[in-house]
Structure formats: structure tokens, C-alpha cells
């Protein structure tokens, strides 16, 4: 079993819908939920994170994690075409006094006019 | 806005040849990564360094190496390339090691080995 799972999709959605976009972990060790977008043939850029439970909202993406249930995800309100790109999730694991970074396999999402 | 950029977008080696990787950042970053991606696997992590002349390895270091010998540079060496090493592959850097999770990439090189 991986550490990380992810649905790669595809996702496809009408422009305007709220989408939700989610990983499942299994290490109960991890603090920080990081949150990556990868467009094609570019590298990741960071999008947002969170420290431990709860929610956390930047503009129209926000980001939630229930550690009870080793659930993350992500939610993109009135979503756009430019949001169409991969959404990797990467839970946190401080280990050997570093911070690692155990990446899902991505979620693809088209956001259709 | 942190800068990192690698050395070529595109590249396309023959099996046992030597193949250097370059990454550089613009931020002054204490710590640099390199990762490879496929896929359905994600990333996983090949190397990492918190200082210069300083390298840990990763999940995968097997057939890789590294070198940092200034803060702004972190090469990634494949000492003899093989086919099972055509891949993406990725660069970043964080700024502290407490904030290690803070990861900045690079746009990747896309290595074919034939």
C-alpha cells in the first residue's frame, strides 16, 4: 500500500463548478499537507498548506485535513480553464531530523468553457 | 519571486554514458533537492542537501550522485546511464531546514537514455 494514495483522474468539469480534489494517507506522523499544481511540462509550483487539522482558505482554493480520518483535500471554487493542470498532494514527515515530502501521484483536472 | 532554474529542458543520452544534470537558485536557499518523476509513481526523492558539501540520499540514490560545491548549484550525476533512468527529472530548494517542506521546483529536464 502506498503512503500516499491519489485518484489520477481524469477530472473534467464545467468552468464555474467547485471542485474537490482529495488523498488519503496512511502515516499518522505527518504535520505539514502540502498542496502542488503542475501544469503540462512545467515543474510543481506550491499552491497552499496546512499544519496539522482543520481548514485553511486562500481565494477561491482552500485546503482541509481531518487527521481522525487520514483524509485531504482540496476544493476550488468557480473554477476556471487555467485551473486545469495536475494537483499533487505531499504530506510532510519529519524524519532523520529533515523534512521529507511523501508526493501523491497526482490528480489530472480539465476545467472545460 | 524564488528562481530555479535547470540546465536543459530536453535531453536524450545513450545507455553508459556519464550525464550531468545543473540546477541553480536565485534565493539563496539553504537546501536543494533532486527528484524524479514517472508516471503513476509521483516524485520520489534521489538526493537532497541542507549545505554546501553536504548530501543525504533520498528513497532511489541508487545509479545517481551529487554534488554542491556553492550554495546556488546542486548537479545531479547518472554515472552510467540506463534506459530505466528515462524520466523526468526535477530540481528544487527550500529556504531554511526548518522550513524543508517549503518546496520551490525548477521546470524539469525530461532525460530520454536510449
Known amino acids: 500500500q502506498k503512503e500516499v494514495e491519489q485518484d489520477p483522474g481524469p477530472l473534467s468539469v464545467p468552468e464555474g463548478a467547485i471542485v474537490s480534489l482529495n488523498c488519503t494517507y496512511s502515516?499518522?506522523?505527518?504535520?505539514?499537507f502540502m498542496w502542488y499544481r503542475q501544469y503540462s511540462r512545467k515543474g510543481p509550483e506550491l499552491l497552499m498548506y496546512?499544519?496539522?487539522?482543520g481548514n485553511k482558505e486562500d481565494g477561491r482554493f482552500t485546503a482541509q485535513v481531518d487527521k481522525s480520518s487520514k483524509y485531504i483535500s482540496l476544493f476550488i471554487r468557480d473554477s476556471q480553464p487555467s485551473d486545469s493542470a495536475t494537483y499533487l498532494c505531499?504530506?510532510?514527515?519529519?524524519?532523520?531530523?529533515?523534512?521529507?515530502?511523501?508526493f501523491g501521484a497526482g490528480t489530472r483536472l480539465a476545467v472545460h468553457p | 519571486d524564488v528562481k530555479v532554474t535547470q540546465s536543459s529542458r530536453y535531453l536524450v543520452k545513450r545507455t553508459g554514458e556519464k550525464v550531468f544534470l545543473e540546477c541553480v537558485q536565485d534565493?539563496?536557499?539553504?537546501?536543494m533537492f533532486w527528484y524524479r518523476q514517472d508516471p503513476g509513481l509521483g516524485l520520489r526523492l534521489i538526493y537532497f542537501?541542507?549545505?554546501?558539501?553536504?548530501?543525504e540520499k533520498g528513497d532511489i540514490p541508487e545509479g545517481y550522485s551529487v554534488s554542491r560545491e556553492k550554495k546556488e548549484r546542486f548537479s545531479l550525476i547518472l554515472e552510467s546511464a540506463s534506459t530505466n533512468q528515462t524520466s523526468m527529472y526535477l530540481c528544487?530548494?527550500?529556504?531554511?531546514?526548518?522550513?524543508?517542506?517549503?518546496?520551490?521546483f525548477g521546470p524539469g529536464t525530461r532525460l530520454t537514455v536510449t
Open positions: 528544487a530548494s527550500s529556504p531554511r531546514r526548518d522550513r524543508g517542506y517549503e518546496q520551490y
Open positions: 502515516n499518522s506522523a505527518f504535520q505539514y
Open positions: 496546512t499544519y496539522s487539522s
Open positions: 505531499a504530506p510532510v514527515m519529519f524524519s532523520g531530523g529533515y523534512n521529507k515530502l511523501i
Open positions: 534565493m539563496d536557499h539553504e537546501n
Open positions: 542537501s541542507y549545505d554546501v558539501k553536504m548530501k
